[in-house]
């Protein structure tokens, strides 16, 4: 639940804000002065603070340098008349978020609360590269334990304690935006502000100003100087999603901060400097978008000083199950009931899939499927029809196939539900062999068979080998060929 403080001495204002966002994932707690508001910020601890610039006792900038001493992330929306609108912006620069101006246009106060409320979270929530444990509610974890993935890991590590640009590649849904919040986590700024910003959500013509601000008059519509995000982000990090679609005169600008720390407002002539770290991320081939001239070289060259590119889902299959697994648990968490189990059919149907939409497609798919799914199991027939076909299940058995728990790995899945027909599980994992060969099912299938046995006997590699009919060296072998380790085996 996201958490308001709103501080206002007019009853009216808290009431009409109670009445806008009356909501259960929405908790507003008032405060009828600033000295009130010093008191109650820290029990609360709340997501967000809107605040007048005028009332009775301390002023709204008084108590905005106040808040900031204690937590220098608070982000802090001003609230002011039409005729103390340069306060608001003086309180911009002191490092609040935003402004409104009263009275209030509703449909762009929900947009700067709503955008607030998300740039909250993204700084709260830490991103790990692991799953997390069931009691941490609302961390996010980038799960991974393929090859790939564990090299992103290591690349996160060794760029985060730097202030050095990154630059975040890789097809849509593939988690760039995690990778940009897990270096802002555990870099030496976790404690300044984190602002994300997508360059292909945000109209060209308004995408320079809501970067770098304007000056009054600067356009139509321009009626008051505006800070813009690099400012707000002094000392901080700030995400640039999809940077490949900014246009050439906004790359430009995107250029100069990064070569000297220093832009103009959009109508201004006054240099601003400002201490900023840039992460950026695209989905487009930036070296080919440089070839056709859609795309600074120099600034490709400015961004591309370290580099992350994350693999699509159907390069990573064997990390299918493990996010299968933490979406169904994410998923229950959040409706506070206990987390559905799968199908072997089901599993195996979701690693067969080619996900053009990567993670965000598999999140989205397990999301429908714990809705429309009659029990407490997802099945194939619960899964949408470019997955399951339009009959549902694919996988041919002999005997009807068992609920598995989602831990279970495929070839495991597929070995409990056919049982001793080893015929019917050859025919099923050819099958898939010959629908994607970039499947590589013997190699797979061996490992799953050696994870499996080792978790069976809690490590013991004697009589894993015995298991598996095979030697010990042997396994020894097969263990390293694999690079399976210690973590992989759960006892």
Not at 90 to 101: F, Q
Not at 306 to 334: G, M, W
């Amino acid at each position: 639940m996201d958490k308001i403080l709103l501080i206002d001495d007019e009853s009216d204002v808290q009431y009409s804000f109670r009445r806008i966002f009356d909501s259960p994932e929405i908790e507003i707690t008032t405060a009828n002065s600033g000295e009130e508001a010093l008191k109650l910020a820290p029990k609360l601890k709340p997501d967000l603070l809107i605040m007048d610039v005028r009332m009775g006792g301390i002023s709204g900038l008084e108590t905005l340098q106040r808040l900031r001493q204690f937590d220098k992330k608070v982000l802090v929306i001003m609230m002011t008349a039409y005729g103390t609108t340069q306060t608001a912006i003086e309180a911009m620069k002191l490092g609040a978020y935003d402004y409104l101006l009263k009275p209030f246009d509703v449909p762009r106060l929900k947009q700067i609360v709503f955008n607030a409320l998300k740039a909250a979270r993204d700084m709260k929530q830490v991103v790990s590269c692991q799953p997390q444990a069931a009691s941490e509610v609302d961390a996010l974890g980038i799960v991974g334990r393929c090859e790939a993935m564990q090299n992103v890991f290591k690349t996160i590590g060794q760029v985060a304690a730097s202030s050095a640009t990154v630059l975040i590649t890789g097809e849509s849904g593939t988690g760039k935006e995690l990778v940009a919040r897990a270096i802002y986590h555990h870099s030496p700024r976790d404690q300044e502000p984190y602002l994300a910003i997508n360059c292909a959500a945000i109209p060209e013509n308004l995408l320079e100003s809501e970067l770098f601000g304007h000056e009054k008059g600067a356009f139509t519509g321009a009626v008051a100087q505006r800070i813009g995000k690099f400012e707000q982000c002094h000392r901080g990090t700030i995400f640039l999603d999809e940077i490949g679609d900014m246009s050439l005169p906004t790359q430009t600008k995107i250029l100069r901060v990064l070569q000297s720390g220093t832009f103009e407002r959009v109508g201004g002539n006054q240099p601003i400097q400002v201490d900023v770290r840039v992460v950026a991320a695209t989905n487009k081939p930036l070296e080919q978008a440089v070839a056709s001239r859609q795309f600074r070289e120099d600034l490709f060259y400015r961004l591309n000083v370290l580099r992350i590119h994350l693999p699509p889902l159907r390069e990573r299959r064997e990390d299918i199950s493990l996010l299968v697994n933490y979406f169904l648990d994410k998923f229950a968490r959040r409706q506070k009931q206990a987390p559905k189990s799968i199908s072997a059919n089901a599993l195996a149907l979701l690693i067969a899939h080619h996900w053009p939409g990567n993670v965000r497609e598999l999140e989205n798919i397990i999301q429908r499927a714990i809705v429309v799914a009659k029990g407490d199991a997802i099945l194939a027939d619960d899964l949408p029809p470019e997955i399951a076909g339009p009959k549902g299940a694919v996988i041919p058995a002999a005997t009807p196939l068992p609920v598995l728990p989602v831990a279970t790995s495929p070839a495991t899945a597929a070995a409990v539900a056919c049982g001793d027909n080893l015929a019917a599980i050859a025919k099923t994992l050819f099958d898939f062999a010959r629908r994607d060969p970039s499947l590589k099912i013997l190699p797979a299938v061996e490992r799953e068979l050696l994870i499996h046995a080792l978790n069976e006997t809690k490590g013991n590699q004697v009589q894993a080998a015995k298991l598996l009919g095979i030697t010990r060296a042997t396994l020894r072998k097969r263990v390293e060929k694999f690079k399976i380790k210690q973590d992989l085996l759960v006892h």
